[in-house]
């Protein structure tokens, strides 16, 4: 289906609807005044979403289609459409008490998602191609540390049962020291302690493994993450983790959000009304994107830990009698509000590829530049290689490296 044909098509407006499956995809299609018209199922490949497509505009001029999971699902279907020129909305799973109400089935969902492209409910823009490597990568990433954690869990647990020699000559290790030394042991002795050492040994390869693979999974996704966002990556707290869950909350078009209180209200930070009589009040989100959200924690423990502007900001709450979970939250909207910013603009990152060789040039070692401001050597360090963003301390060790 080409864009030619989907532009020629004419006929009567109407609106389609995909409830989209791993396999198989149901389409359905209903007048511009909501009135059904057909509904059919079609399977999740080439052929298939031309077919769908062909189905489509067989009954009118196609105005909009809403799609379930645009970005899973229904990514396959969504690329043909829109390489067909044809406008498709990302649509949300019906309520539970709609459901509740009128069943579930294919048709139902389709249908469901036809009438919220039709009523204008369904308006988000589906989210592009362009962070796929990066959901990718990052997807690989977590699995890796979950895989770990599993194993090291279950170091432990073995270790709680094993027989008294190896509990007391490994059980007191910890970290890397131990599983060190697990990774080097030569099972031997009866057949108990052989069976629970090569136990053991497996585990802690394979933690060593999997952090060898973690370690080179972060290091792709920070050079894919700063190829794409650069501002987004040297904000301040932002590491390779958290901007890849920021980019893929976003997507790649983050354009498609109007204001950044709908991407607060996305990453679950914008606070929701609770108002009723004279009761004038908000609570807590418990909604929006989960894993958006402990990104933005994430950032918000390293800026109230080392970031002397949060600091003081901190102090200032609690002293008006803010709790700590109380400026947590407004750190956050604060956070979600500099974020969206980096994903919808271009922010400039200043240049440091001047400081090392300046410092070099007057032979001042990390030490002495650390010492002086107070700082830890690795700061520097990082400041220095652009892994760190400090506008303030940049500038300050600029200066004081051209007067020394």
Known sequence: MTATVAADTVGPDVFGGVD???????????SDNGGHLA?????????????????????GRVIAIGVEGTSSYGAG?????????????EVNRPDRAERR???????????????????????????????????????????????????????????????????????????????????????????????VLTALKSLARRVKDLTAEHTAL???LDTDVTAHNPGLRAAYGVGPDTAAQLLITAGGNPERMRTGASFAALCGVAPVPASSGRTNRHRLSRGGDRAANAALYRITLVRMSSDPRTRDY???????????????????????????R??????????????????????????AVADHFGVWPAVISTLERGIRRDDVLTNAYRDWLQTA
């Open 218 to 220: 972060t290091k792709a």
């Open 20 to 30: 989209s499956h791993a396999d198989t995809l149901h389409v359905a299609v209903i």
């Open 39 to 59: 509904d059919a199922e079609f399977t999740t490949t080439a052929a298939g979403y031309a077919a769908a497509l062909a189905f489509l505009n067989a009954h």
């Open 342 to 367: 980096c994903l919808t603009t271009t922010v400039a990152v200043p240049g440091v590829a001047d400081l090392r060789p300046l410092r070099q040039s007057k032979n001042i070692t990390l030490t």
């Open 101 to 195: 109400r009128i069943g579930k089935s294919d048709p139902i969902d389709a249908y469901a998602a036809a009438r919220a492209a039709l009523s204008g409910r369904a308006s988000s823009a589906p989210k592009d191609d362009t962070v796929t490597g990066i959901r990718a990568l990052h997807n690989a990433a977590r699995s890796a540390v979950k895989a770990r954690t599993a194993a090291l869990n279950q170091i432990g647990h073995i270790l709680i049962s094993a027989p008294e020699a190896i509990r007391a000559k490994y059980g007191p290790l910890k970290g890397t020291a131990r599983t060190d030394a697990l990774a080097r042991l030569r099972p031997s002795g009866d057949p108990v302690h052989t069976a």
């Open 314 to 340: 901190v102090t200032r709450q609690t002293a008006t009698g803010r709790t700590k979970k109380e400026i947590i939250r407004l750190l956050k909207r604060a956070i979600a509000r500099e974020m969206f």
């Open 77 to 89: 279907f969504t690329r043909a459409a829109r390489s067909a020129s044809l406008h498709v909305v």
